[in-house]
Each structure stands twice: as structure tokens, then as C-alpha cells.
């Protein structure tokens, strides 16, 4: 993806269901990434067809947004954006001819824009309900590859949480009904070179956990998700990122992962105070970090600073940061400086991890961060949605509707190939068990076939 687009794409995060198929228990929430936010799906075992002929029902949004849709409750999420006048976002080819205006700083559209959520029936398609989030001018701008509805809502089936941070609002709504149950204006802060906002929320059961890394006022928050009371607020001394927050579940406990500008930390979701933090980074993230229950591994690249990897093991505290010339510690697995992800988050799975980047496929030990192959994607173009796996396969979606099956495997093994056509840049769901990918003009279900 760099080239040359990604001398400034690359640091947003453009992105960003319940069901037995993904192994989670009801109620578990599901987001960017999936039930565990981690983009593994396990239990996902079937092959994906060819192409999108086999699809059981489409549907075009009105509006735009780069949001993933989210499945929950038998239905399908979508947010978008729309206004009497918007444009269809660019691709990475026309994004990078616009490129010159917003490295110089851009302005936001005078019209008001709507944000919207509708719930689609996760059988057939049909709408359900459509609620309006917000409505009013916006205050940031976005660059043409962006959308004001790119961070992907989460929902544990009842409530559907949703996050724009182009225009502030964090929005709970009931996911039977499609009504406000609460809402939270966080305001709205200038993302770095007017490319607009992307990290998207994160639930466990009882809080909704909002990243809000800006060039000035940045902060982390919880929410109840009963009530939206705001339940804390971390200050955070950083600047523009796009990224995620995961929410770790590891041998030891669960936290509250941010990747953020220069800085790697780790929050309590409970009160919110820092647990460990890692600093020998440089500029801002746009991918969101990868993990099990052993490690997690933070990795980015960008045009200004050499890639970067950190290996964080579970159940430390404090500063983890390294000294001198160390390489390694007791909480630090390994630290590497080598080319990493550009838009798309990385996925770690069977002691393997899969990084995305331009049109190759990199597998490395995740225990050593040993490179163990690096594959170009034959016919791939620019990627930006997250790597995922699903059974024994891992799945890579370019820009231009193909998606790449390889095997989970220390050797490349290319196991299928499949071409849906129009342009992706937001990560497909599978935790229905069906394949939901969301083009700029349409969202398709494909069903998955016996292997």
C-alpha cells in the first residue's frame, strides 16, 4: 500500500454477531475483528466461493462509510454517512493523485450530513429499522479515501454502540428497535493532515471503551453500556492514531490495549489505570495490535519512521520500555525494526503471525519474530482491510474484491482464490458463519461451502 499513497494513508486506520460458528458464547460483543477483536475465527471452518454470484442477498447503502458491518441477533449493522452532496470515497489510485491538498491541510464541506445506522435482517437483507445518530455540519475534514462513517460499530445483541468521531457522538441504540437508548458528545478533534477519524469502539459486558488519539485533547474513556455514564477518562499525552483498542484476554488477565503515537499501553477496562506502557516507537499507529492468550504484538509501518515490532508477554506492569541495547526482557519477547503493516492490522494465530503489506503476505515466528516467508499475493493490488483467519485458513481482501485463501502453515500455500469486484478498504465479518463483505457500492452475504 505505500506507493505513494502510503506516504500518508498509511496512518489512519480505516476501519474497522454473535454466533455459534465463531465459537462465542451469547451475548459476546462483536465489533472490528470479530468476537474476540483479534480478527480470528476458529470454528469458521468452510471454503469461500469463487465469486459473488453464490451471494444470498445484497444491499446498497444509502450513503457512505468504510464501517465493517456487524452481524448480532439474527442482523446485520451498517453506519454510513450521507448528505445531498458526497462523493463515493477514492481508491488507493485516485487518493493518491488528491494527495497534495491534504498534506497542506483541507476543509471541511459546508452541507450537513446525516449519520446513520441500519439494521439489515441477516436472512435476506431487507431493512429492519434505519436510525438517525447525528445530524450537522461536519467539523473535521477527511481525504478522499476516507469516509465520515469508518469506524465499525459494536454489539452484544441487544445494544448496538456506534462511534463517529468526525462528528463526536458515541450512540448506543437498541438493537430490536433501533432506538436511542444514550448518547455521549466526546466532541471532535483535527486528526493529523485532515485525513479524518477511524478507530472504532470496543465492548466487553459491561463497558463500551472509546480511543480518541488527536492532535490535541487525546484520551481513552469507559462507558456504561447500560446507562452510557461515563465511568473513566485517561489523558493521553499523543497525538493523531487510528487505531483500535483490543480487549486483551490473556493467560494472566484481561486489559485494555492502544497503540498509539509513540506509545504502546495498557489499561485496567475496570478503572482505567495504566498497567504497563512500551515507548521506543515513533509516529502514529494505524493498524491495531494482534494477540492470544501468550502475546501480543504491536507492529506498523510508515513513511517517515523504519517499521516497527514489539512482542508484549501477558501479567506485566510498569515500564516495559527496553534499555540500551536490550532486545529482549522478561516482559518483551522481541522488538524488531523491519517493514510492517501498512493500513490492514496484522493476526496471530497456531504461533503465527500474518502481516499485510503493498501486495505480499509476510508470515512470521511469533515467538521470535523470525521471518519464516514473504509471498506476493498473485494479481493482489493495495490492501487495507485486516488480515483474518478462519479454521486453518488466512484470508487477505485487496482493494479490488480479491480475496487470497492461504494455508496456516511455516510454508506459503496459496489454497484458493476468489474475485468479488467492486472496492474494499473495510474488514469482512464471519461470526454469523457467512462471509458479510462491504464494498464502496454494495454489501454482499456470501454463504461458505463445505471444504
Known sequence: ??????????????????????????????????????????????????????????????GFG??????????????????????????????????????????????????????LDGANGQPVWTTKLFEGVPKIAHHSS?????????????????????????????????????????????????????????MDGERVYVQCDAEKNSFVAAFSLETGKELWRQNRKVKTSWSTPLVWKNQKRTELVLCGDGLLSSYDPATGKELWRYTALSGGFATSPAADENLLIACKS??????????????????LTLKGKELASAAIAWVKKEKGPGLGSPVLSKGRLFVSSDQFLTCLDASTGTQLWKERLPGAKSVAASVWVQGDSVCVLDEGGKLFRVANEPVFKLLGKSDFGDT?????????????????????SIPLKSN
Open 1 to 62: 500500500m505505500f506507493q505513494p499513497l502510503k506516504l500518508a494513508i498509511s496512518t489512519f486506520a480505516v476501519f474497522g454477531s454473535l454466533g455459534a460458528s465463531a465459537g462465542a458464547e451469547p451475548g459476546t460483543p462483536n465489533g472490528f475483528r470479530g468476537p474476540m477483536g483479534n480478527g480470528v475465527y476458529p470454528n469458521v471452518t468452510q471454503a469461500i466461493p469463487a465469486d459473488a454470484k453464490v451471494a444470498e442477498w445484497r444491499h446498497k447503502p444509502t
Open 66 to 119: 468504510w464501517a465493517a458491518p456487524v452481524s448480532g441477533g439474527g442482523k446485520v449493522f451498517l453506519m454510513a454517512a450521507n448528505a445531498e452532496k458526497i462523493s463515493k470515497p477514492a481508491d488507493f489510485a485516485k487518493g493518491t493523485r488528491d494527495l497534495g491538498m491534504f498534506m497542506g491541510g483541507s476543509k471541511p464541506p459546508k452541507e450537513p450530513h446525516s449519520w446513520i445506522l441500519t439494521a
Open 146 to 202: 476516507n469516509t465520515y462513517a469508518t469506524e465499525t460499530p459494536v454489539t452484544d445483541g441487544q445494544r448496538v454502540c456506534c462511534w463517529a468521531g468526525s462528528c463526536g457522538q458515541l450512540v448506543c441504540v437498541d438493537a430490536q428497535t433501533g432506538k436511542i437508548l444514550w448518547r455521549q458528545d466526546l466532541g471532535v478533534e483535527p486528526r493529523a493532515t485532515g485525513f479524518g477519524s477511524g478507530s472504532s469502539p470496543a
Open 302 to 319: 510508515d513513511p517517515f519512521n523504519p517499521g516497527q515490532y514489539v512482542a508484549v508477554r501477558p501479567g506485566f506492569d510498569g515500564d
Open 424 to 444: 474494499h478498504w473495510s474488514t469482512p465479518d464471519l461470526s454469523s458463519g457467512k462471509l458479510l463483505l462491504r464494498g464502496v457500492d454494495e454489501v454482499l
